[in-house]
């Protein structure tokens, strides 16, 4: 470093020049090339992007959460804070602290309860509320599988119905109907469109893969195996072989989900209803034998046929 003023080279820690005295100014530390995270600006108007803690940890409004257990057996702990809540699907919770009040009631009214057991959910959605000191809720979901903690800046997100866990009571859920395709091929399509800021909890049947696809990008998707997307994501509905239902019958498919990129989906790695075929073989049938044996047992010999 040298001085300003005769040229003379200075030590980094002088104050003064040793030869005309004149006021060293210490050098400006260097600037970092830092840019924020960009998770782009969706037409819905927040920050986009699908965002999930790394490590299954975070915090926000009165509460914090961990995801333990996954991804096979995942159970979410949330702590909160005296006078928080967080609300949860019925039949979600595991386990919670003695301080923690429970509290049901129909969501957003009679037509409200009923667009949610249309959709396959309960008529009811639990509220978990910390009275008088901190308190743990735990949740997880009724198969097997990983729970995804997201979290929403205001955003929307669409949700599969039985893939809602909990989420902040901030949050607005609103159930959709997927389309008269959906229904006639079985699979049931309604979703959850979620909406605003904070916490949303979603589980799957199995791991949870990401699948981020770039602008004008198509993807396919079988209906049973979606957890959730960006809600500004276009997408529409199809029988999976485009030369007739005959085909898409034969390959097992049925109804599938076209999306158009930019944007995120979470995919589940296994469907529930193909898991729940695949078990009806071994269970005794109508006529009351078994309908299969599994390691060579007869299952007809489990239940005493």
Known sequence: MNCSNCGTQVSPDSKFCTVCGTPVSAPSPPQANYAPPNYGQQAYGGGGGIRIDSDGRGSGRGYSFEILYQPSFSLAVVTLQSGQSIQAEAGAMVSMSGNIE???????????????????????????????????????????????????????????????????????VNTQWGGAKSFFGGEGLFVLEVSGSGLLLVSSFGAIHRKKLAPGERYVVDTGHLV??????????????????????????????????????????????????????LFPNQSGGAGGSVGGFNIGNIFGE
């Open 102 to 172: 429970l509290a049901s009631q129909m969501k957003g009214g009679l037509m409200g309860a009923l667009g949610r057991m249309v959709g396959g959910e309960s008529a009811f959605v639990s509220t978990f509320t910390a009275q008088g000191a901190q308190g743990e809720v735990t949740f997880a979901p009724p198969a097997p599988g990983d729970i995804a903690a997201l979290e929403m800046n205001n955003q929307v997100f669409k949700v599969q119905s039985s893939s809602y866990l909990a989420g902040d009571i901030g949050l607005q």
């Open 228 to 281: 959730a997307w960006e809600g500004h994501l276009q997408y529409s509905l199809r029988k999976a072989a485009r030369s007739g239902w005959f085909r898409s019958i034969l390959s097992g498919e049925g109804i599938v989900a076209e999306f158009t990129g930019p944007g995120e989906i979470l995919i589940q790695t296994r469907n529930i209803a193909a898991f729940a075929g695949l078990l009806s073989k």
